[in-house]
Nanobody
């Protein structure tokens, strides 16, 4: 499975941005895909995940500003981010698992087999 992210940008605080991640290669009936991010000097953290059943999982406190969605026909997921803050500045990574992970593990990086190269999002104050 190959994951290619797009949509990263430098924006000002309060702006909106949408990231895209297109998957290619093997496909699975059961899966989950989503986004992690890593800021300099910090650990990679789960942001938003969507499963093959459409169930979504978000980092605590981020739902409401971020929305994850998928277009199965395009093998693509999206992360719509609004009201961006400087603390959202990070490298954002698309990830996928061939298992539709349960809620207990969805936001753990170790649960995922496939990763994109990452894309930078910078939010200035």
């Amino acid at each position: 499975v190959y994951l290619v992210e797009s949509g990263g940008h430098s924006v000002e605080s309060g702006a909106s941005l949408t990231l895209s991640c297109r998957a290619s290669g093997e496909t699975y009936r059961e899966y989950c895909m989503g986004w992690f991010r890593q800021a300099p000097g910090k650990e990679r953290e789960g942001v938003a995940i969507i499963g093959s059943d459409g169930q979504t999982t978000y980092k605590t406190g981020i739902e409401g500003r971020f929305t994850i969605s998928q277009d199965n026909a395009k093998n693509t997921i999206y992360l719509q981010m609004s009201d961006l803050k400087p603390e959202d500045t990070a490298m954002y990574y698309c990830t996928a698992s061939q298992i539709n992970r349960g809620l207990a593990t969805r936001l753990q990086a170790s649960a995922y087999e496939y990763w994109g190269q990452g894309i930078q999002v910078t939010v200035s104050s």
